[in-house]
């Protein structure tokens, strides 16, 4: 009997190109479709919630994909860990109805984004953080950021490599929050576009070195053009931290409702 | 002039066969050395507050040494990061007075152990914490840590392979705590015996198993039977997390009393 599965996981982007499959290189995909054709014995179609850059991790990603394997969910995260290097781990996993498709149905996504703010660099936030050495004022960066809030077209937050037609996303949450030395940027869409969210930090700590005035953002907005912004932040500091579901991902006794 | 410096460092300890130079190993005093030398143009003679095992790891490690060096105090960390690789960085550096030695003028020392306690591994924490399976009981362990409290010969909780004669030593704080899927075992003492921390934490272990009774740690210190502790527990989630002197090594204002 054919089911469709849906696995959580989280990985460290550090030693990868991103989640999708490149020609001469190492992406993340590539080393979980191995995983999963080790223990299922051929290698499924997966489909993702997402892509992610290189260098860019993940503390949250979802993968669909329909099996005819009767392995259950609660022993299919410790299956696959076995099989999977260190910087990958599944810890969910749940059936959900035929046809579920891991990117159409997803609602929204939050990234996070982590800056050190200390004088010295921390061996332990090495390819974890972005470091950077100035003192930033959280206060000032937080009422920044909230004016990302809204339906905006983005498109002056989205690199000029991007060929997407709609630059449009609805920003649901912004901001910016101090704990001890690390500073970090929360942003929750429908969507977002190519960099969208490393231009966006980019922006802000232009801002935070008064090189861009504080009305820089809605101007941004309007006008739609990428030079305005600030420079895309290094994919060290980003995190992928929670994909939005009509359903929670990992409870498997909730019944799936989309 | 000569002046004597006190440096204050934090390393990931994974690459390293701890602090101390050994033969056939790269020990992270090395590397340090090394870029000390490249600095100064000599390399000093470093006294170091501690030694570390094989994977442990420094968020707080004092070495002082003597030098003719004019570099100013707080220009020192940044010129010795350039010149150190990624999993080692100096954040501390003060002047104390000639004939301070960082380990005898110790008063002691704070290690950390992080247990992660999660049913899959997490790629965020790999080398970083001991990954533990099965729910732990925090405050039965914090219970059962209490008793490691005053001042106990500890030769129970030394490794076999160490010859130091003294094994008495004083814990000042002992206890478990945590926070989210984090558990944590604090532990504050005058000095430490050869993976002493490493046995208290795999004595703890076998407590929450049940496969010891809740007095098995007072009858350890007692009979000072290493056989009858737990199994040495791993390096990777071992951290030096504070050491102490009689003044505030990171404080570079504040006069030196010794």
Known sequence: MERTLLLTLRYDGSRYHGWQVQQNAVAVQEVFQ?????????????????????GVHADMFCVSFETDSRIPCDQFPQALNMRLPRDIAVYGCREVEKGFHARYHCLGKRYVYQILNTKQRNPFYEGRAFHYRYRLDENMLDKAAAQYIGKHDFSGFCSYKSTVEDTVRTVNRACVERRGDMVTFTVEADGFLYNMVRIMVGTLLRIAQGKFASDRIPMILEKGDRALAGPTAPAEGLYLSRVFYPFDPLDSKESVQF
Chains 1, 2 share one sequence.
């Open 34 to 54: 191995n995983a999963l054709k080790d223990l299922l014995g051929s290698r499924p179609d997966l489909k993702a919630c997402s892509r992610t850059d290189t």
